[in-house]
Nanobody, 128 residues
Framework: VQLQASGGGLVQAGGSLRLSCVAS????????MGWFRQIPGKEREFVAA????????FYANSVKGRFTISRDNAKNTMYLRMNSLKPEDTAVYSC??????????????????????WGQGTKVTVSS
């Protein structure tokens, strides 16, 4: 699975952005998909994940209520709608996919080491 993230940019605090992650291959619908973010010098941080059932979503507490993860299996694409952005949301955002057959619980979907496939990051900068 190859992943391509896009949609980052510069936005003022309180604004919105939508990130997209397009996947290659024919197995997209069978993968748990996630978004992570990283600031230079800090560890990668879980943002959100979506299971193979589109209504099974997981969020970090820091983004709950502001971000919405979704997927369109017909388009092999995952999205992250980010509203009410804050300066502390500034980071490089990466999308990732877990291997087929992963157990879809919070303890597994929020762990970066359990994702086998990663896209390049897209930078989000939120100005105050």
């Amino acid at each position: 699975v190859q992943l391509q993230a896009s949609g980052g940019g510069l936005v003022q605090a309180g604004g919105s952005l939508r990130l997209s992650c397009v996947a290659s291959g024919h197995t997209f619908s069978g993968h748990v998909m996630g978004w992570f973010r990283q600031i230079p010098g800090k560890e990668r941080e879980f943002v959100a994940a979506i299971g193979t059932a589109i209504n099974k979503t997981f969020y970090a507490n820091s983004v709950k209520g502001r971000f919405t993860i979704s997927r369109d299996n017909a388009k092999n694409t995952m999205y992250l709608r980010m509203n009410s952005l804050k300066p502390e949301d500034t980071a490089v955002y990466s999308c990732a996919a877990q291997p087929l057959g992963t157990i879809e619980v919070e303890a597994t979907v929020n762990t970066p080491s359990l994702y086998d496939y990663w896209g390049q990051g897209t930078k989000v900068t939120v100005s105050s």
